[in-house]
């Protein structure tokens, strides 16, 4: 049975313990060091409790004292997964596939941001903590912001961005999942004074991550039993489309690239853009190079899941958004159930 990773607050909490009994000078700097680099990713209150507790332990009298502080209570917060989207019709989608009831209030309030907490039991028969949260608005600095004060509020393992994209007519189909192997940032440039040069950026997810998406199909795991079922509860939100029916709804499970930049695309350039930056590329959207990048920032593995609902078009319309976000967050969901291995 694999051993459960330790917390981050609980690691700095036995290592402070361990500073005020060593009597080796050469092993309370190792240990502090040690404190040092596992703190790194807690929130900043936190960080600086156990800096300064550790601390403490090198010093005595006046100096000591002013080390003093209260334990804060964000340190408490701890999600094995977060799960992040942008609009209404994702969170609703994502709501009703991990059980979450569409009136219940948030868990938690952070300057804006409401986070519902909620277990979910994986295949190995453990509990793992899942948050959710919505950003309320598309754009790449949006999700950053967002993902920072995340961040800061909880320890969290693994964070996946759900949501809908417009996919690339002829290699997928509406309803389709697309999952991540590289988020690429198509607008990075430099403007010189014979026209802009272009130096997309890429992000991909850790190898861990990489490797268990591989192995994962939502198909093997009765996916289509799932959403056919959940629909049902999507049917009852008058203001979301109900599915489509079962003889035209039976969406795919891709890897790919996914565009991001700032901009809605609804030109029908996708396959332009395909053949500019890369040839995997089967969807965009304008949240993952934000998402991606202060993931990393902060030190936590990362995962895309995006439901097609739109081809980015002139015809783009609405009608899918709900099913599509169905699509990929019950996606998700199977994932982390059935996909994901905790670090040991």
């Not at 959710?132 to 790449?140: F, K, R």
């Not at 949240?287 to 030190?299: D, L, S, Y």
Request: proline share 5%.
């Amino acid at each position: 049975m694999p051993r459960k990773q330790e917390h981050s607050a609980t690691s700095c909490k036995v290592l402070v313990e361990r500073l005020k009994d060593c009597k080796s000078s050469d092993q309370r700097v190792l240990l502090l060091e040690d404190l040092l680099w596992k703190s790194r990713n807690l929130p900043p209150g936190a960080r600086w409790f156990y800096t300064a507790r550790a601390l403490k332990c090198f010093v005595d009298g006046p100096v000591a004292a002013r080390l003093d502080m209260e334990e804060p209570e964000m340190m408490t917060h701890k999600a094995d997964v977060a799960i992040l989207t942008a609009i209404p019709p994702e969170l609703i989608a994502t709501k009703i596939a991990f059980n979450i009831p569409l009136e219940i209030q948030e868990d938690e309030y952070v300057n804006g941001l409401r986070f519902w907490e909620t277990p979910l039991t994986d295949s190995t028969g453990g509990q793992l903590d899942i948050v959710l949260t919505m950003i309320g608005e598309s754009g790449n600095v949006s999700c950053a912001a967002a993902c920072d004060r995340l961040f800061n509020t909880y320890d969290v393992g693994l964070c996946i961005l759900v949501g809908v994209a417009a996919g690339l007519k002829g290699k997928v189909k509406l309803g389709d999942v697309v999952a991540a192997d590289i988020v690429l940032d198509y607008e990075n440039a430099r403007l010189e004074s014979d026209g802009a040069k272009k130096r997309p950026r890429q992000f991909s997810p850790g190898v861990q991550i990489a490797r268990d998406l591989e192995y994962f199909n939502p198909q093997q795991h009765n996916w289509y039993d799932i959403l056919r079922q959940a629909s049902g509860q999507l049917r009852e939100v008058t203001y979301l489309e109900a599915p489509p029916n079962d003889d035209f709804w039976n969406p795919e499970f891709v890897s790919g690239v996914i565009l991001s930049g700032e901009k809605l695309i609804a030109d029908g350039s996708l396959d332009v853009r395909r053949k500019e930056y890369h040839d995997r590329i089967r969807a965009a959207e304008m949240e993952g190079r934000g998402f991606a990048r202060m993931c990393e920032e902060h030190g936590v593995p990362w995962l895309v899941f995006r439901g097609i609902s739109d081809y980015g078009d002139p015809q783009i319309n609405k009608d899918w958004q709900g099913t599509s976000a169905l699509d990929a967050a019950t996606a998700a969901r199977l994932f982390i159930e059935r996909g994901y291995k905790k670090p040991i």
